[in-house]
């Protein structure tokens, strides 16, 4: 009797591919052959490449979400130090990668968000939902006065996060975290109350 396929196996490979490789570099042959399958499985669980790459920013969105609240809701220390281990976690967590990456749904809203709306609204709709719980947590540093009241939770959290991404770009250039380090001084510096 053959294998069965898990697609959550299958999406996970395929977001190492994607990740790694990006949208356009990456066909379907690359895809059956990283994940081990035939043709014939793939398209029992995606119609196509646009929609196994959809799932796959689904599927990390949610994880990703999954994962940052329950960052958040283990913290020990004050929101303004949990927002700053948050981010040391994903400075050093590229660092291992050898700044290879970044992070998918960056990726491929950069790549592909501008040229496909329904890829650019998946990309969106995964990073509100990180967002949000970025907002919950600066909320909770200014309830405590430990974070700027100049601007809303929403704005920092935006601020922080898109600032954060726009490091990925400086990374895979330099491939060193400079420039991410140079982000986290200045960020909290001007977040702090």
Known sequence: MGYKHNIEEILDVGYDVLRKNGYHNVGINKILKEAG?????????????????????????????????????????????????????????????????????NNM????????????????????????????????????????IKFTALEIAEYLHAGFYGTFSRMKVLRNKDYMDVWFKLSFEFIKR
């Open 37 to 105: 399958i035939p043709k014939g499985s793939f398209y029992n669980f995606f119609e196509s490449k646009e929609d196994f790459a959809y799932k796959v920013i689904e599927r990390y969105g949610e994880t990703n979400a999954e994962w940052m609240q329950s960052f958040f809701n283990r913290s020990e220390v004050s929101p303004l130090e949990s927002l700053k281990s948050f981010y040391r976690f994903m400075i050093e967590t590229n660092e291992k990668d050898d700044f290879l990456s970044g992070c998918i749904v």
């Open 109 to 148: 809203s950069i790549e592909i968000g501008r040229i496909n709306d329904t890829m650019a609204l998946k990309a969106n709709e995964q990073f509100m939902s990180w967002l949000r719980i970025l907002t919950d947590v600066v909320r909770k540093g200014q309830e405590l006065e430990e974070i700027t």
